[in-house]
């Protein structure tokens, strides 16, 4: 494939400001590849637009989140989406079937085989991979202020879970409602993982055109160590304590604005419409 129907969108800030590496990699391969250094999401979204004739597979480099800021740009189009994972955990693109393995890549990108996966919007923001409400907003919102990294997350992660207070969670009488109470937190999965290989919906299929709903009680300590195995051994199930289910189109309202979408805190108040867009994305497989 010519180099010109490629183009790589960096987040600087990504493997802790460590690009310059993947540059040098990439241009032992590639002669003045089109690369944007992107320091926004709007910075994204204008180089996509002005080299959208041009390009035809766009590699997002960094983690969920730039993912994400790439994939709404190119939902419900033929562009393909490829990702060189370059974030704290690399949830999407470990499902996917990304590596750091940049000769793998390349060889991806020359054989141009795609699949389609769904693609889901929380009101209007939109994630490829992980939204979720309660407890782990609140802990990506607290990870947003250190340098990031596997054990600041678990760090924050701890710290968090012995101040925070369970939500209240309601669901619309006709999405559900049998659910609804209250939780340490609501995860909303596009994928199986968050992350570091930590399975919280196990079952979760990108491709099947419905999110998977895990809801999770506050628990006592002596549980942690059971979640906490179940969560890396693709084991976690129903129980007193994790509540699941599918559906492709869910009503919902929380005592909390604090989400996160594909790792990024936002602020997001009820009710919550959460929507699944079947097979509007195309990524290179």
Request: proline fraction near 4%; charge should be positive; charged fraction near 20%.
């Amino acid at each position: 494939m010519a180099v010109q129907q490629v183009a790589f969108i960096i987040n600087p800030k990504s493997a802790r400001g460590n690009h310059g590496e993947f540059l040098r990699k990439l241009n032992l391969f590639w002669e003045n590849p089109l690369c944007c250094i992107s320091q926004s999401k709007e910075e994204t979204a204008d180089f996509i637009q002005t080299h959208w004739e041009r390009v035809n597979i766009f590699v997002a480099v960094g983690g969920d989140g730039t993912i994400s800021s790439v994939a709404e740009n190119l939902v419900h189009s033929e562009k393909i989406l490829a990702v060189y994972p370059a974030g704290s955990g690399n949830g999407f693109a470990r499902e996917a079937g990304f590596s750091k393995n940049l000769n793998q890549l390349l060889r991806k990108i020359k054989q141009r085989n795609f699949q389609r996966v769904d693609t889901l919007l929380v009101n209007d923001f939109f994630f490829v991979n992980m939204a979720g409400a309660g407890y782990v907003g609140t802990v990506v919102k607290e990870f947003e202020k250190t340098n990031r990294g596997f054990r600041n997350y678990i760090k924050v992660c701890l710290q968090t879970y012995f101040s925070f207070n369970p939500v209240t969670v309601t669901f619309d009488k006709d999405t559900h409602p049998e659910w609804s109470g209250d939780y340490l937190m609501v995860n909303i999965a596009n994928t199986r993982q968050y992350g570091n290989n930590a399975f919280i919906a196990p079952h979760a299929d990108f491709a099947d055109g419905l999110a998977t709903i895990v809801l999770v009680k506050k628990f006592p300590l002596w549980y942690a160590p059971i979640f906490a195995g179940r969560l890396f051994r693709k084991k976690l199930k129903d129980d007193r304590f994790v509540k699941s289910f599918h559906s492709a189109d869910i009503q919902l309202s929380v005592t909390s604005s604090a989400w996160h979408t594909d790792g990024e805190f936002r602020h997001i108040e009820s009710p919550v419409h959460i929507k699944v867009l079947p097979a509007s994305l195309k990524i290179l497989v």
